[in-house]
DNA sequence: AAGTAACCGAGACGGTACGTCGAGTCTTCGC
DNA sequence: GCGAAGACTCGACGTACCGTCTCGGTTACTT
């Protein structure tokens, strides 16, 4: 375990000037071809840049991804405040949902989380920090929950998001199933009786 | 979407005299290198045999990946009959964090869903009909508990499943946080209050 | 001081099937371009081979250039015997001659003396042996002027030759001035009364 | 042929502050690394300058090794005047030997004849320069030996000189042949019987 | 002493070639 | 005549220098 939570937010300086149409470029092809089919060449060219100007940036290929994932806002997204602890999730699920079957982004997190490497390469490092990073901003769903008495006590909000995500990850990426209408909401509905105190009223259907 | 369900079995009369020793070598390989490190240059020099003789009978990486996996038993798994769905969940989910943690099947399981991104991919096949497999393995699981009356009407098996196996994937694989003794029983009873009829006896701890 | 003189001749086992074509480009390019000028890029597309192949057997460029030169016959030679030393000798200063102005072999010549490295470089040990090979070869014609009895005792042919040669190079490739045509028998005739034992009748003019 | 004999002596206002550092380092890297190993970036780091300083004076790196050999006085040499022909003309020979076997000079005059092949390039107009300007001033040795008596009627001093020079040239920069002490008396003494009206005293030992 | 013009440092850039690696194909040869 | 070996094409890798450019600051000469 490293840093516990790298800031995941773009350093404003640094950078050639042709920095967002590389990682424009970068970005493109990863969601066209894939991690591996993705090359420095191809970026360069359809940059417009010279191979030798991405790499006086960025070290290798992870590492141009990891700034264009960490500078752009492909993976930015807001959290919810309905008032309600069973909206908020609904809310959180279903930007997961979002981010995992969209056309851009899909692509773009499966490539994240190829861990190519043995075990401490780049780009699986830049899923854990995702994850951290999301995780942490998913908090005050919890405090104002929390808050509201609406969270058991001793519930942990962690593993009520690892169920969640994890359900719509393994049926999205890794089953490559269909997700029905409404599945953020029967995701919900499964997990929410061992975490809320009482069902909301008017919870089930 | 391709064939329902690939048997994943092996095809005996198939392959080369090494096909034992080459297919030992990928996995290992697959395990010390991570996918992208894996080279069939080195799988051929490791196995002791010519590239063109692994070409001539699988015709790519994925491919013989695809074969290596299928015909060795490190996916192999038992289905539970512990008498109670819980403890056949609970199992279920032991078995998911043993396939996800262990030495020799974390990174090829990693390995396995770094699916190129496009989707015609065909490690991302097999780890789609991984999963089918699996699943339609597990079924019995849900027989009996139906008809041990175990299970709420018109609760949904893949659902509770896709949140169990999900939440080890999440944390395990993408997260890469530690999972603590006992987490496969804490997943089981987080889903388990919106699928059984009954609450399992010392559920509400 | 390595090898006294290494054969210069060629391997016939060695080589790719193309390393006719490369041979020929390289030397081709040489001519054309020079010696920096001259890339293994160009070569390789030019001999329509790719570059892997020509590293596969030469490891690097005045490798190729050295096995270019010494397989080829650019650089080879008939030894004169024209029944008297300064027939001999004018015929051996006229081939050097030919060789240092000839189109095809000016800047194959200028290249192989370039001697880019710091002293031990390939190219110029290839100069080196070229010289040493070629006096080895010429030796009979002083044998044979020793039998004849024109060769004055003591007189040292290296001498001899390094002042024909010598004279040649300088103006032709030093100087870059023309060569007068009957240079080569002004060159024999300068240096002839200081190693030779009587003027062979009627030489004057 | 282009302008007879340019005057190969400094342009004394020319070029930028640390013109001195930057020939310095220039001739120090020939002389350890070779024609091809001398790199401007090299030139720059070593001397302490942007490479842009450099590029603004020079056009090249050959252009740059000419004013750097032309500046310096590592080229210079002193006309000798012994008394007699003889002793100029070994003295003239001792100079090359000095010339070509010199720890500081041997690098710089093989870099100097690297020229690339193809006719026009501005080192090997260099050495054509420096071989002119070179006969040129050594024309008084052969005026002096002219009022002496010494010169036979109708000797061509430059073939003699291409004879001297060669003869050390072929022997120290190709062959890389040792050069025995009295090489330079030696060669003079096998060429002056075809220019010389008497035979020095000593010669036929 | 001030103004100005030439000069310089810093460093990014497009470009060409380098030498290497691995994928996948094709030819050749032995059992 | 199957099957293995080895040479091949191809594309990309990451690096080194090339020669160019812009920009902002510093000399040093002029008046």
């Known amino acids: 375990m490293s840093d516990p939570a790298p800031p995941l937010s773009r350093r404003p300086g640094a950078g050639p000037r042709a920095a967002a149409a590389i990682q424009d470029a970068a970005l493109r092809l990863l969601a066209e071809r894939g991690y591996t089919g993705l090359t420095m060449e191809a970026v360069a060219q359809e940059a417009g840049?010279?191979?030798?100007?991405?790499?006086?940036?960025?070290?290798?290929?992870?590492?141009?991804l990891r700034a264009a994932l960490t500078d752009g806002a492909l993976l930015d997204f807001e959290v919810p405040d309905t008032g309600s602890l069973r909206?908020?999730?609904?809310?959180l699920t279903e930007r997961v949902v979002v981010l995992l079957t969209g056309?851009?982004?899909?692509?773009?997190?499966?490539?994240?989380?190829?861990?190519?490497?043995?075990?401490?390469?780049?780009?699986a490092m830049l899923a854990r920090d995702f994850f951290a990073d999301r995780f942490s901003r998913e908090q005050p769903v919890f405090r104002r929950a929390a808050e509201?008495?609406?969270?058991?006590?001793?519930?942990?909000?962690m593993l009520l998001l690892d169920l969640m995500a994890g359900a719509v990850w393994v049926r999205a990426v890794l089953r490559?199933?269909?997700?029905?209408?409404?599945?953020?909401?029967?995701?919900?509905?499964?997990?929410?009786?061992?975490?809320?105190?009482?069902?909301?009223?008017?919870?089930?259907?």
């Open 49 to 64: 840049v010279n191979k030798t100007t991405i790499y006086r940036w960025w070290p290798s290929k992870p590492a141009l």
């Open 87 to 91: 909206g908020d999730l609904v809310a």
């Open 103 to 123: 056309a851009r982004t899909e692509s773009v997190v499966r490539a994240m989380t190829s861990g190519s490497g043995t075990s401490d390469d780049e780009l």
């Open 148 to 157: 509201r008495g609406e969270l058991r006590p001793g519930a942990d909000p």
């Open 176 to 205: 490559r199933a269909p997700l029905p209408a409404g599945f953020a909401r029967e995701v919900v509905d499964a997990v929410l009786p061992a975490f809320a105190t009482v069902p909301p009223p008017g919870v089930n259907t």
